[in-house]
């Protein structure tokens, strides 16, 4: 009888295992998109807008909505990453489809609600800047898996080192997929339309 126990252990175990491995791998969906099966990415925070008005997570995200961490002081990673997904908002407009592009800074010292009310108003009219106090800075990132640093430089011209991953995020749903670097507009709404539709 133990022998019967210690044998459907080892199944139910195996079994465990094994579906836990499945649901953490990266796997293709439907729509060609990588998406993280089981991936804790997102979640809570409350930060600043561009008005100085604190907003939710919730709030944020009620719509496809794409995420990008990065810094308005940024000289050439973080311009193109934010111009790249302006585009794939617009084109996502032209198929009917209201997306919208949200930046949150790693480096709220000299990103402040009014610096970045600007930085969004040059980037794109849906842009939504988010902005905050280190710790709710840091709150966001860490839900997000961003790594960021600061890097060299002297006084305020420092640099910040940081990833660089755009994040689908869909209302309820929340991670739906995410993009790197080397992705096109074209390809960013085109998995967005898929999975948006």
């Not at 111009?83 to 930046?103: H, K, M, S, T, Y």
């Not at 106090?133 to 420092?158: H, L, M, W």
Request: hydrophobic letters at 45%.
């Amino acid at each position: 009888m133990t022998k019967l126990y210690a044998g459907v252990a080892a199944l139910a175990l195996a079994a465990v295992i094994g579906g836990t491995a499945y649901w953490t791998r990266v796997a293709e969906t439907e729509c060609g998109t990588t998406a993280v099966a089981g991936a804790a990415i997102g979640g809570p925070f409350e930060l600043l807008n561009s008005d100085g008005t604190l907003v939710t997570d919730k709030e944020v995200i009620d719509r496809p909505t794409l995420v990008y961490f990065g810094y308005a002081f940024c000289p050439d990673v973080c311009p193109f990453d934010v111009a790249r997904n302006a585009l794939a908002i617009d084109l996502l407009e032209e198929q009917g489809i209201d997306a919208r592009p949200v930046f949150i800074t790693i480096d709220p010292a000299r990103d402040t609600p009014d610096a970045l009310a600007g930085y969004a108003a040059d980037m794109h009219p849906k842009m939504m800047a988010l902005t905050g106090s280190d710790e709710q800075i840091k709150t966001a990132a860490q839900a997000y898996k961003v790594y960021y640093a600061k890097g060299e430089g002297e006084g305020e011209f420092y640099l910040m080192d940081h990833s660089t991953f755009t994040y689908l995020m869909m209302p309820e749903a929340g991670l739906a997929t995410y993009f790197k670097r080397d992705d096109s507009a074209e390809f960013i709404a085109e998995k967005i339309a898929c999975l948006a539709g």
